[in-house]
């Protein structure tokens, strides 16, 4: 059974830095040929994708928040992290990890965590 699950804190202040972390279960984060994705909902919008962290330890991001995003992994822990630095209230969104499976099926998610930046 594979299960993801995000954590962090529920507020971050605008202009510092949001960092939430996804824990595996059930399968490896190293596991071939996995990729290991962040994406988010801003309140009424659709889903954004932001970014991943594959098998190999390698990222790739979203254009648009490639300059403020960063993902790495502690693959002892299991864990991938998300960093998004010099936030706004417009980065206010639940924010779900989630893995791909290929052909972008993206077939395991977490339950979401909301962060709301404040103003």
């Known amino acids: 059974q594979v299960q993801l699950r995000e954590s962090g804190p529920g507020v971050v202040k605008s202009s510092q830095t949001l960092s939430l972390t996804c824990t595996v279960s059930?399968?490896?984060?190293?596991?071939?040929?996995?990729?290991w994705n962040w994406i988010r909902q801003p309140p009424g919008k659709g889903l954004e994708w932001m970014g991943t962290?594959?098998?190999?330890?390698?990222?790739y991001y979203m254009p648009s928040l490639k300059s403020r995003t960063s993902i790495s992994r502690d693959t002892s822990m299991n864990q991938f992290t998300l960093r998004l630095i010099s936030v706004t209230p417009e980065d206010t969104a639940v924010y779900y990890c989630?893995?791909?499976?290929?052909?972008?099926?993206?077939?395991?998610w977490g339950q979401g965590t909301q962060v709301t930046v404040s103003s």
């Open positions: 989630a893995r791909d499976r290929g052909y972008l099926n993206l077939d395991y």
């Open positions: 059930g399968t490896s984060i190293t596991t071939k040929y996995y990729y």
């Open positions: 962290i594959a098998y190999s330890g390698s990222t």
